[in-house]
């Protein structure tokens, strides 16, 4: 799969917007863009995922580059419980079903 | 309705020693992942269930390492002679492929696994 690059932590006020960047320059035409979070002591959890066309759903929304090399994962209103590590991943659509996780974006809600 | 559950949540153990890590799954979910957390970084892939198939053991570290699964239920990841930098948090997840490329991944709470 080819590699994502992030920043390592964000900062954001509470019920502000976020926009946390992904960078995905090697990317394949088969690859699809996901994005999940882990909440500190507990195990990821799916936020939304995307190929093409911008996405949203309850969580979140999904900006998606017209080149495709890069992507924003957009919270609209954070929350305390937004605090977690997001990464962004890409996953082929031919069969390779794991996930692979870099370091991801630790993100930080100030009150 | 219960998602995916692990067990032990915490396990210490002393090097040299043998250990049994358990995943249930959700019911219905036919693949099923183990993956591997050190402190402060990223998830790193050990392995996959899907079905009958083979598993893909591609991610799996050493031979110390082995994983089973009973149908599409239960699995258990197993360490043999555990050393010191096989501490880390142990996460399985399990998923409902369906059509197409969406099979979200459910985790587990995760074994935190520290090894003296």
């Known amino acids: 799969d080819a590699k994502t690059t992030q920043p390592n932590s964000m900062e954001s006020n509470e019920e502000e917007p976020v926009h946390l960047p992904c960078n995905h320059s090697?990317?394949?035409?088969?690859?699809?863009i996901h994005w999940y979070r882990q909440l500190p002591s507990q195990g990821p959890e799916y936020v939304i995922h995307g190929l093409t066309s911008n996405v949203n759903n309850r969580m979140a929304s999904l900006a998606i580059a017209e080149d495709r090399k890069s992507s924003t994962l957009i919270l609209h209103r954070a929350t305390l419980r937004d605090a977690a590590v997001y990464y962004c991943i890409l996953r082929s659509n031919f069969g390779n079903e794991k996930l692979t996780f870099g370091t991801g974006t630790r993100l930080t809600i100030i009150p | 309705g219960a998602g995916v559950s692990q067990s032990p949540s915490n396990k210490v153990t002393e090097k040299g020693k043998d250990v049994e890590l358990r995943c249930d799954p959700i019911s219905g979910h036919t693949a099923l992942y183990w993956y591997r957390q050190r402190l402060g970084q990223g998830l790193e892939f050990l392995i996959y269930f899907q079905g009958n198939s083979a598993p893909d053991k591609s991610g799996l570290p050493s031979d110390r390492f082995s994983a089973e699964r009973t149908g599409e239920s239960v699995s258990t990841l197993t360490i043999q002679r555990t050393q010191q930098e096989d501490s880390a948090v142990y996460l399985c997840?399990?998923?409902?492929?369906?059509?197409?490329?969406?099979?979200?991944?459910?985790f587990g709470p995760g074994t935190r696994l520290t090894v003296l």
């Open positions: 997840a399990s998923s409902l492929l369906r059509g197409g490329n969406y099979n979200e991944q459910f």
């Open positions: 090697t990317i394949s035409g088969t690859d699809y």
